[in-house]
């Protein structure tokens, strides 16, 4: 039996749509109401900015949706409004427990046409202020990553009947695939470096405290299971640094934004659950 070639064509089936986030550090004007990573944020002037164990969020990124539109091919984000990203970088959380919630925020606004720059809370260190970055976005196939494509394959009978390995999958697999780990997207599937992330998001959000690794409790893994699969990537970044700033997440790690399905295609961004990945 040729595994490569079935493999082969079970990535291809698997592929889905992304938005890969490319950033060129901002020497021009302040960004106001266009795509951006750091910067001060474009938003209302009553705008209250969250919080997290005392800590202000720091500002990621804003999305003019309506710029991305024509890059998001299977139409799941809203076609107009601004999305907003924040993340609590000092006490540096991991969504391994649901005591992280609010650790990371997302905003969403369909209307902004009256928003201004706001400016950042009288006590948030300058490390913590990102500097503002213009974007370049680009549609791409995304790919599983080979730890989730092997979780997949496990269920495949041809895989059971023939017991393939680990060890003997991953050169396959980088026969068929090499990924690239460092960017920033929205959408498609994560570049994983430590675990499959779907698993967990459902295990925590349901009131697990799975510590550094899924392990959910007896009677609970079919309803994980179930739970995990209305989960999917809305957002993903990766280091953000120049000459002379750099904030990195953990070890040259990631972090993920995470939401579920009907959540995103209501429009509700309230409950998204965040995972902090590195090596």
Not at 131 to 143: A, D, G, Q, T
Request: hydrophobic share 35%; aromatic share 16%; net charge negative.
């Amino acid at each position: 039996m040729d595994f490569k070639k079935i493999m082969a064509e079970m990535l291809d089936s698997l592929k889905k749509n992304e938005i890969d986030i490319s950033t060129e550090f901002n020497n021009n004007s302040e960004i106001t109401d266009k795509s951006k990573i750091g910067g001060r944020p474009y938003l209302p002037k009553d705008f209250i900015w969250p919080y997290y164990q005392g800590f202000p969020l720091s500002f990621l990124a804003q999305i003019n949706l309506e710029e991305v539109n024509s890059f998001d091919k299977d139409k799941l984000l809203p076609n107009a409004g601004m999305l907003y990203f924040f993340y609590e970088p000092e006490t540096e959380e991991r969504g391994y427990n649901p005591q992280c919630k609010g650790c990371a925020k997302v905003f969403y606004y369909e209307d902004f046409s009256s928003f201004s720059l706001i400016d950042f809370p009288e006590d948030m260190g300058d490390d913590y202020k990102i500097p503002e970055f213009k974007v370049n976005l680009k549609s791409n196939k995304s790919f599983p990553s080979y730890e989730d494509f092997y979780l997949l394959l496990k269920e495949q009978k041809f895989f059971k009947n023939h017991n393939i390995s680990f060890k003997d999958f991953v050169p396959i697999y980088s026969e068929l695939f090499i990924p690239n780990h460092n960017y920033t997207k929205l959408l498609g599937y994560p570049e994983v470096i430590q675990n499959s992330m779907e698993v967990q998001c459902a295990a925590v959000t349901m009131g697990l405290n799975i510590g550094n690794g899924v392990n959910p409790s007896k009677g609970y893994e079919e309803e994980i299971k179930k739970a995990s699969k209305d989960w999917i990537l809305l957002f993903q970044m990766d280091t953000i640094e120049t000459d002379d700033y750099e904030l990195m997440f953990g070890d040259s790690g990631h972090i993920y934004f995470w939401i579920r399905k009907k959540d995103l295609a209501n429009k509700n961004f309230e409950n998204i659950w965040l995972i902090l990945q590195c090596y």
